[in-house]
């Protein structure tokens, strides 16, 4: 059983929280409190929704329950969840697994669909800041290589279309299979972290992408 789908756990960096989602990988959201930060998730819900549809999934969340809290840092202020809480190395059962495949295979869908209709010049962030569509698109991919390492799956730079979709179907293949819990290699993440932190990456740029176009 995955339990009531509205657990969530807080990392707490010098000066932002990010609130997670324990059950729907990516859900996550930054403040500058750990209300801001719930706050902020809530807001969300009915965008994250649209990955939780196109995984074939009823996303109703209820109001979040905190289980844990989890000490973060630097990378946490800058803006990314880099904590893995106690709860990350605990089994994850064939069901949860699948759910989780199902989630991140909606966010890269979702992500190609907007990148294809938003224009190439998007509108600038505070202060100029932000990356245009074509480097955001090579950011996200470039990163999730990097991120397939820390699962033990390990790809050359990606020349093209048909080297993302094997590489993707490689982390999917790993990730949508029960884990024992702990690190899937050494130095490495474990399995319900990893799906959160790649679907995490995806879906805010899904966001900021949708922002910045208008």
């Known amino acids: 059983m995955l339990g009531d789908m509205n657990r969530v756990y807080l990392e707490l960096g010098p000066k932002k929280v ?3 989602s324990v059950d729907w990988p990516g859900w996550c959201r930054i403040g500058k409190s750990e209300e801001a930060a ?3 998730l809530m807001h969300y819900v009915e965008r994250y929704r649209v990955i ?7 996303f109703d969340p209820g109001d979040p329950v905190v289980v844990e809290r989890v000490k973060g840092d630097a990378i946490t202020d800058f803006g990314a969840p880099i904590a893995m809480p106690d ?3 605990e089994p994850i059962p064939e069901d949860e697994a699948t759910r989780a495949v199902a989630l991140i295979k909606a966010s890269w869908a979702v992500f ?3 990148a294809a209709v938003s224009p190439e010049e998007l509108r600038k962030g505070p202060r100029g800041g932000g990356r245009d569509r074509d480097k955001m698109v090579s950011h996200v991919i470039e990163a999730e290589r990097a991120y397939a390492r820390k699962i033990g799956v390990r790809h050359k730079p990606l020349k093209d279309e048909a080297a993302l979709a094997a590489m993707r179907t490689e982390i999917a293949d790993v990730l949508g299979r029960p884990s024992a ?12 972290y990893a799906a959160r932190r790649i679907a995490w990456h995806v879906i805010d740029h899904i966001w900021e992408m949708e922002d910045r176009a208008v």
Do not use: I, K, P
Request: one cysteine or more; aromatic letters at 6%; hydrophobic letters at 40%.
């Open 38 to 40: 719930l706050e902020n």
């Open 87 to 89: 709860l990350d190395q």
């Open 18 to 20: 990010f609130a997670c």
């Open 181 to 192: 819990g702990g690190l899937m290699v050494e130095q490495g993440w474990s399995a319900r």
């Open 52 to 58: 939780a549809g196109r995984a074939g999934l009823d």
């Open 112 to 114: 190609g669909e907007v």
